[in-house]
Nanobody, 115 residues
């Protein structure tokens, strides 16, 4: 089972960009489907973007054309490039790894979009 550590969150103005990173331990990272979820105060955690072991991606409608998920299997890292950020993107972002029906979560990183 992998362990996941997120980084790259912070405070950004509307229209700005951030790149989140999620570093995974273990040599079997490349077999995992990786995802980024977010949870805003008072709301349920939602899937933002996911990428399979073969590189197929999917996004929640609200971030399409603004966010890009990618992975570098040589570095055991998955990224979430976030552009044109909006205040409604404010949330704690969690990295998720899934394999064989088992989920592994990172500790989360705060993203705040505010002027």
């Amino acid at each position: 089972q992998v362990q996941l550590v997120e980084s790259g969150g912070g405070l950004v103005q509307p229209g700005g960009s951030l790149r989140l990173s999620c570093a995974a331990s273990g040599s079997i990272f490349r077999f995992y489907t990786m995802g980024w979820y977010r949870q805003a105060p008072g709301k349920q955690r939602e899937l933002v973007a996911a990428i399979t072991s073969s590189g197929s991606t999917n996004y929640v409608d609200s971030v399409k054309a603004r966010f890009t998920i990618s992975r570098d299997n040589a570095k055991n890292t998955v990224y979430l490039q976030m552009n044109s950020l909006k205040p409604e993107d404010t949330a704690v972002y969690y990295c998720n790894g899934r394999r064989g029906g088992v989920d592994t979560w990172g500790q989360g990183t705060q993203v705040t979009v505010s002027s």
